[in-house]
């Protein structure tokens, strides 16, 4: 349903705006001196990393199109997932980059120091596999959307799409490459515009949003775990920790003249608890992110399909649909704008933790700040990685049945790997002193415990 003149949408268009205008005018005194909001947002903004990245990428396009399907078949009922996973995802990407940035060593590196082989291996080879497939089904979806648009063969637009993000991640150096993965992630803000150009009940999305509706059907507890596996992915965990220790290399670099390199310390050595809470504020900035879009993905999902009896996504035109009351007949050329823009940030963090896991694994040189010639096998990997992936365009699988059985794939493996986590993040040769806390386990524990009951339950309806 549009919005008109005499509906309350207007209103709430218009107290959204006055925030924002107010938000960019507003002055405050600081040191004598008078520091703008707009200002301080800007600092903000640098001070972001690779937990922003981390969390805008959880929104890839399979998360987009699971987001979709779950609003569309079960409307509002779904909602409270965004606020209910929220704290969970911080717990678990604050223990990954904890790991990181504590021991200087990502998940598998330290797998492969404090535990036995076949642990490793398993992890390492589940890890990649799901990257590749993840990395097949996004492309697989952005390729779909392109075509609504633009009459190309899905397949020639893969080979490019493809081609161009293995060179942006060969030749550009990460500092840049993450300074525009930040920009890249605002288009996702689509979603949330959208949804002041609908009249929705918002006393019942509230409701929704803090008070659970739980069906005890397969089909529901399929799509608990499909939202759990797109939220709470397992690349993620890979790509927090080595990126912790990525930013902490470039942090040192940075801070010593090239006459004192041969000084440079291991990251370990220089933690101390300013960066902890730099990395929290990032982690939480980025799962908030994450989350935001997932709420208003949803809330658009069940007033644009399921309130007009359409349960079912079959397409990607389908899911585009949802940005309808916003952009109208262009609908389809603003979702190839944002799942494009989630594609190309997905794509990286997903080839770029594949090749982490391969290069702690085999001892090989890492870092996407690191050169080709100087990491040629890291590079290899993410090359590999994202290559190996148009075997799902080019086989034909339907975009959206592989982006959400992705999300699925990624919610039954994910517990065992968070399992790992939570006792790397308490052993103290990993960890020194800054082994978790009592609050930390509990929900990282509550966290496994969920995941897999949903998968065993499964089995049962």
């Not at 890979?238 to 000084?263: G, M, Y």
């Not at 994450?290 to 658009?300: A, D, G, H, K, Q």
């Not at 009351?325 to 494009?340: H, K, M, R, S, V």
């Amino acid at each position: 349903m549009r919005c008109h003149p005499s509906s309350g949408c207007i209103s709430a268009k218009f107290i959204l705006l006055s925030f924002l205008f107010l938000y960019v005018l507003t002055k405050k005194y600081q040191n004598g001196k008078i520091i703008s909001m707009h200002d301080k947002f800007k600092k903000f903004w640098k001070s972001l990393g690779p937990g922003l990245i981390t969390g805008a990428s959880d929104d890839d396009p399979s998360g987009i199109a699971t987001y979709s399907i779950a609003g569309a078949k079960f409307g509002l009922s779904v909602l409270w997932m965004a606020i209910f996973t929220l704290p969970f995802m911080i717990t678990i990407q604050r223990m990954a980059g904890r790991i990181g940035l504590i021991s200087g060593k990502g998940i598998a590196g330290n797998m492969k120091k404090h535990y036995p082989r076949f642990v490793l291996v398993s992890v390492a080879l589940m890890a990649v596999a799901q990257n590749i497939i993840n990395i097949g089904a996004d492309i697989s979806g952005m390729a779909a959307t392109f075509v609504l648009t633009v009459p190309i063969s899905p397949l020639l637009y893969s080979v490019i799409l493809v081609a161009g993000i293995v060179l942006a991640l060969v030749f550009i150096p990460y500092y840049k490459l993450a300074s525009y993965l930040k920009w890249v992630a605002i288009v996702m803000f689509s979603y949330v515009m959208a949804a002041f150009f609908v009249q929705h009940d918002w006393s019942e999305v509230f409701k929704r949003t803090v008070i659970p509706e739980i069906h005890f059907s397969k089909d529901y507890f399929l799509m608990i775990i499909a939202i759990l596996g797109t939220t709470i992915s397992p690349y993620l965990f890979f790509w927090q920790a080595s990126e912790q220790v990525e930013e902490e290399r470039v942090h040192v670099d940075k801070k010593l003249s090239p006459k004192h390199q041969h000084h440079k310390r291991h990251p370990s050595n220089i933690v101390v608890g300013r960066e902890i809470n730099v990395m929290y504020k990032d982690i939480k900035s980025g799962m908030f992110f994450s989350n935001l879009i997932m709420f208003f993905v949803i809330v658009m999902a069940a007033s644009t399909l399921f309130n007009t009896g359409h349960f079912e996504v079959e397409t990607m035109e389908q899911v585009a649909s949802v940005l309808k009351p916003l952009a109208g007949q262009y609908a389809n050329i603003l979702f190839l704008i944002g799942i494009t823009a989630a594609g190309v940030l997905a794509i990286p963090v997903l080839a770029g933790s594949a090749a982490y896991v391969m290069a702690e694994t085999f001892g090989w040189k890492d870092g996407l700040n690191h050169r080709f010639d100087k990491a040629k096998a890291f590079y290899t990997v993410i090359a590999g990685s994202t290559v190996l992936g148009l075997l799902i365009p080019v086989f034909g699988f339907d975009p959206v049945k592989a982006l959400f059985y992705t999300a699925i794939l990624h919610g039954i493996t994910a517990p065992f790997l968070i399992f790992a986590i939570i006792h790397m993040a308490n052993n103290p040769k990993i960890m020194g002193k800054y082994i978790n806390r009592h609050r930390s386990n509990v929900v990282g524990y509550i966290l496994f415990l969920i995941m897999s009951a949903s998968t065993i339950l499964l089995f049962f309806l």
